[in-house]
C-alpha cells in the first residue's frame, strides 16, 4: 500500500523559512517522479515544484529562487525547501507521487505565512 506523509508545516512570518518533507512507503521510491502541490482557500491545487528520477527539477515561476526541492532516495523522502515565504504562499502543501496515471496523494501539511 502506497502512503506518502508530509511533514514540516507550520506558520512562519513572511520573509521566513520552512523545509517540507514527505517520507514514501509502498513503492520503489526511486524509479518515480515526485512532486510538491499546493492549495489556497477557494483556489485550485497548482503545481509546485517536481523532481523526476534523474534529479531534474520543475518549477512553478512564482517559486523560482527561493524553493528548492531535493530527494533521498536512500531515505524515501522528498523536501522542499521555502524560503523568503511570502503571504501568498499560504496554503496547504501536498505530495504526490507519479505513479500510474493519476498518481498518489499524501494527506497534506498546512503552511501559514502571516506577521
Known amino acids: 500500500q502506497v502512503q506518502l506523509v508530509e511533514s514540516g508545516g507550520g506558520l512562519v512570518q513572511p520573509g521566513g523559512s520552512l523545509r517540507l518533507s514527505c517520507a514514501a512507503s509502498g513503492i520503489i521510491f526511486r524509479l518515480y517522479t515526485m512532486g510538491w502541490y499546493r492549495q489556497a482557500p477557494g483556489k485550485q491545487r497548482e503545481l509546485v515544484a517536481s523532481?523526476?528520477?534523474?534529479?531534474?527539477?520543475n518549477y512553478a515561476d512564482s517559486v523560482k529562487g527561493r524553493f528548492t526541492i531535493s530527494r533521498d532516495n536512500a531515505k524515501n523522502t522528498v523536501y522542499l525547501q521555502m524560503n523568503s515565504l511570502k503571504p501568498e504562499g499560504t496554503a496547504v502543501y501536498y505530495c504526490h507521487a507519479q505513479i500510474g496515471t493519476s498518481g498518489r496523494w499524501g494527506q497534506g501539511t498546512q503552511v501559514t505565512v502571516s506577521s
Open positions: 523532481i523526476d528520477k534523474g534529479g531534474s527539477t
